[in-house]
């Protein structure tokens, strides 16, 4: 990202980079991390889930205890019930925009709340509940620290609240 976007501002120095992060999944292509990942989760694969796949309580777990999946891809989920894993992901994005070279993060899949989705990770109605929560507040807290810099969803209440009919940070 960074070789590419360093590219990218030598011919336009005023172009906004914004790198994509998915914002609740953990992608990885090791078996031995994920026995039951599928074939989708092998497409966004980055450095930092090697680190989350071997630090369990990063992971969001189901119903029986173990790391809950997504349906799409069968990839691991951030846990962003828990503070550092939403601290986690918030530094990654500032990671890469403190390069002076990325200007933002794409927060992919930002659309997703947890409520949704629970009977198909397995989850029980108030970890569903606390997981939309946190991931709501880890995005919140992601637009904070980025100051200048941006935060995308793929709409736009996806990064922050819509409250009365506009949207914006709720503080």
Known sequence: WL???RQIKSINPSIAVVVWLDSFRIYTYDRRLNPDFGPACTTGHFRPAQFLETHPEYLLKNTSG???LEGWSKCHIFDHTK????????????????????DGCGADASWQNGVDQAKGWHLDSSTATAWDNGHKAMMRMATEALADGVLLGKDPWEVGDYVNGTYGLRR
């Open 3 to 5: 070789v590419a976007a």
């Open 66 to 68: 173990l790391p809950a």
């Open 83 to 102: 503070e550092a894993a939403r601290n986690f992901w918030r530094d990654m994005c500032l990671t890469m925009t403190g390069s002076g070279l990325i």
